[in-house]
């Protein structure tokens, strides 16, 4: 395949454009990747993560299938409605094609052609495709309207078509079959005709006018004009984009609010980051993309302002976006919380996209070193190394046992919404495409990675390739092989944590001073250059043979927050070249929250050490931590770190980026039962090693039966198995009332077969009477509660549960009401 494409590339004349940036990133099947660092990624994401992700999205094949057969006049049935689950599919198609650039795999293209054919027969005449409408199951109840784009809004069924776009261009440019991309255009033709011509069919023959409520489609119809040069998809992207925040302003709140998809004000007046991340990701990187093709100023201004007010007020330390859960989106500024941060994957995906958008237009490194970040901790921490389970959530700490990622305390094999693992099944093969951009008298090492390339540059053809073990090491050896002597600028980047701070922004600092310098040396002597931008440039005639040889320090550094993000009040994090580190539980002996360190900790006295990790990755050793014992006093240990996107590939456990700098800030045990609660000690039969009895009694009130956002207890892996859980008071209480909320998952934890109580008084247990009317119920998302059928005092209760065949049971919190 890799042959047909480039006699393909060489020869269509339906490519128009490479790219209409300022500088032209050399596109990835053009740079080989050798980096030790990067190629096993690449690897693991053809011979599992892509496979393993076509098997999963085949619901979203089966869903366009139901409309394939209706239209084919075939009797549907059970078919169930769905926003967006081929949106999924079309992500993992994309990234499949990107593979498929660069390596033959007739397999996967035969795989690829047949889901082409099922999309296609899904299409409806006039270009509609939407599966729940056209066989009629979608409705107002399930967010998708009674009829196609009444609920633009929330429908889906712009975004969806937005990353059909995507997957066909790639598809195409990959094998040069225009089946999928002729789908593609078919549907964006229909869409222009619908939104912004009128079609008699909707809307009663208006146009529609509004913006899609994902953001998507508007990125997608820029890169449909760079292939096929029809400036129609670049006219729709900017009406998109115009009547954002002017024909449609939503009323409601949380995610009808105005700002939840970034409709609150037009695009040119908006200043700060709000409303859902990854949406806002998009549209960004779409503005950036039309404010230098159709050099829309006030866009420019706009994103300047909305850059600044991300990288000072909203992000986390490791790029990650959207702190907030439910919106799934940015909250008030600096409320950058550690524990409860959402950082949804694809937010970050969307950071990197948008930041490195904003460098080719505006040629500054500065949006590359924040790309860097989000890149390297919080999408690759999103994926386990196996590439088979993800994080949806990416928080900055976790006690090991809270349910923060869909239900679990670690990876997800998958998840009902999956935007996430098909996010990073496209975005991981365009790394390397990252790596270099230039213009004819200028070549910028954008990202450094072990790579090589040809490229075209002042009347030459020049090969160049990267030697080094970054983002591991900082040393990069450049060697220049022009065809003959050429004059250019070589520009390589700076990154900005060799300086006084990690990344871009005002939100943290150094709070210690390294005497390491970066330095560069051309054929072996040393050279001052000038910098612009973020980038040291090299001016010369270059011949070959030519050898540049960057050196960019990696000590470990100490980071402070700014003072006006409270989670971070008396707390500091360590960061080592662009990676930052946390302490995981297996390495530390213990809860990494009862660990404590001096602000005037001199990291230079620190050991960094090379072991076996899975990760191929370095474990740094702090000599000089404080760690809280059993009965509170402190001691001196040793820390362990490790880089963040290698956390939780061992063993399940806690994990902590932000360390207080005073014990009473530090916790020996995060599980221990607050001080308020109305037991004094609870045990069990048995406790799934992923949760707490003390979550029973810890006074956190669950919302649903699912478990998803609060700690539990499961008897999780015994299933069918008679099981207890036991709750002793302080002392005697007089009982009016108990009520339990047990949990039940989409796996293995079902509400219980049968349940009883007993009761403990005087040492001695007894079934607990129940009154007359009451019985030991198992309704979901509430509490079920008993009462006494007599006055009852008692120290203790018991609740004893025979679980269902093949099944576990878990509680997620046991209230008792007392009459004293």
Not at 9 to 33: D, N, Q, R, T, W
Request: charged content about 25%; aromatic content about 10%; overall charge neutral.
């Amino acid at each position: 395949m890799k042959t047909r494409l480039l006699l393909f590339l060489c020869f269509s004349p339906l490519i128009f454009s490479p790219s209409g940036y300022a500088i032209e990133p050399v596109p990835f099947h053009e740079v080989e990747m050798t980096s030790e660092f990067w190629r096993p990624r690449l690897i693991t994401q053809r011979k599992v993560l892509v496979p393993f992700a076509f098997e999963k999205t085949e619901k979203g094949v089966a869903h366009l299938q139901a409309a394939a057969d209706f239209l084919a006049g075939k009797k549907v049935e059970g078919h169930r409605p769905h926003r967006f689950i081929d949106s999924d599919l079309y992500k993992v198609m994309e990234g499949a094609a990107y593979l498929a650039q660069l390596q033959d795999d007739p397999e996967l293209e035969a795989q690829f052609d047949r889901i082409v054919d099922v999309i296609a027969s899904a299409q409806e005449p006039n270009g509609y495709l939407y599966p729940s409408h056209t066989t009629k199951v979608g409705s107002d109840k399930n967010m998708m309207g009674n009829e196609p784009y009444t609920f633009v809004v929330h429908s889906h069924e712009l975004y969806n078509m937005g990353h059909l776009y995507e997957a066909a261009i790639a598809y195409y440019q990959a094998t040069g079959k225009d089946k999928l991309l002729k789908v593609a255009e078919k549907n964006a033709q229909h869409v222009n005709q619908v939104f912004f011509v009128g079609d008699p069919k909707y809307n009663g023959g208006k146009p529609i006018r509004q913006a899609p409520g994902h953001q998507e489609m508007e990125l997608a119809l820029v890169k449909l004009y760079k292939v096929t040069g029809k400036k129609l998809y670049l006219e729709m992207a900017e009406k998109f984009l115009e009547i954002r925040g002017k024909t449609y302003i939503p009323d409601g709140e949380g995610v009808m609010s105005p700002t939840y998809a970034q409709q609150h004000a037009p695009l040119e007046k908006q200043s700060e980051a709000v409303g859902h991340a990854v949406r806002a990701t998009y549209l960004y990187s779409a503005m950036a993309d039309l404010a230098h093709l159709k050099k829309k100023n006030s866009y420019t201004r706009a994103l300047h302002r909305i850059w600044g007010n991300v990288t000072d007020t909203r992000m986390h330390i490791t790029g990650g976006l959207g702190a907030v859960h439910g919106i799934e989106g940015f909250g008030p500024s600096y409320l950058l919380p550690n524990a409860d941060a959402f950082n949804e994957t694809c937010a970050a995906v969307g950071n990197v996209l948008f930041n490195f958008r904003m460098f080719l237009v505006h040629k500054d490194a500065k949006y590359l070193d924040v790309a860097e970040v989000s890149l390297l901790n919080n999408v690759l921490a999103a994926v386990n190394l196996e590439g088979n389970r993800f994080f949806y959530v990416n928080p900055l700490e976790a006690d090991g046992k809270y349910p923060f990622n869909h239900g679990t305390a670690g990876r997800a094999p998958w998840f009902g919404t999956a935007c996430c693992p098909s996010n990073m099944a496209r975005l991981l093969p365009q790394v390397q495409g990252m790596t270099y951009a230039h213009d004819d008298k200028n070549l910028y090492l954008a990202m450094y990675a072990e790579t090589s390339t040809k490229i075209d540059i002042a009347g030459t053809s020049l090969a160049i390739s990267q030697k080094t073990d970054y983002p591991n090491e900082g040393r990069v050896e450049v060697s220049l092989n022009p065809e003959k002597p050429a004059s250019f600028s070589l520009r390589l980047r700076i990154p900005t944590w060799t300086g006084k701070q990690f990344v871009p922004g005002k939100l943290y600092s150094y709070l210690d001073s390294s005497s390491e310098k970066w330095g560069i040396s051309v054929n072996g002597k040393g050279v001052s250059p000038k910098t612009e931008l973020g980038f040291a440039v090299l001016d010369r005639e270059w011949k070959k043979g030519d050898k540049v040889v960057l050196e960019l320090p990696m000590p470990t550094r100490l980071n402070e927050c700014d003072e006006r993000v409270e989670d971070n009040h008396d707390r500091v994090a360590f960061t080592r070249g662009p990676f930052v580190l946390c302490a995981e539980e297996v390495d530390n002996g213990g809860v990494t929250h009862r660990f404590f360190l001096d602000k005037k900790l001199s990291v230079g006295k620190t050991t960094l050490s090379r072991v076996k990790h899975p990760a191929g990755s370095f474990i740094q050793v702090i000599s000089q931590a404080n760690a809280l014992k059993k009965a509170g006093e402190p001691e001196k240990r040793k820390l362990s770190l490790v880089p963040y996107y290698a956390w939780n590939n061992r063993k399940p456990g806690s994990m902590i980026i932000w360390f207080p700098t005073t014990p009473e800030l530090a916790v020996f045990d995060p599980h221990a039962l607050p001080k308020k609660s109305i037991f004094k000690t609870l045990k069990a039969s048995h406790t799934s090693d992923l949760d707490t009895v003390s979550a029973i009694g810890d006074g956190k009130e669950p919302r649903w039966s699912s478990g998803n956002k609060v700690q539990r207890w499961t008897s999780r892996p015994q299933l069918g198995k008679e099981q207890w859980v036991e709750g002793h008071f302080a002392k005697p209480r007089k009982v009016r009332d108990v009520g339990v909320y047990w949990m039940q998952d989409q796996q293995d934890v079902k509400f219980p077969k049968e349940w009883s109580l007993e009761v403990r008084n005087k040492g001695e247990w007894k079934p607990f009477e129940l009154y007359v009317t009451d019985r030991y119920d198992n309704r979901a998302n509430q509490y079920n509660v008993v009462h006494p059928a007599a006055p009852l005092t008692c120290d203790a209760i018991r609740i004893k549960m025979m679980p269902k065949e093949d099944a576990a049971v878990g509680i997620l919190e046991v209230k008792v009401a007392f009459e004293d």
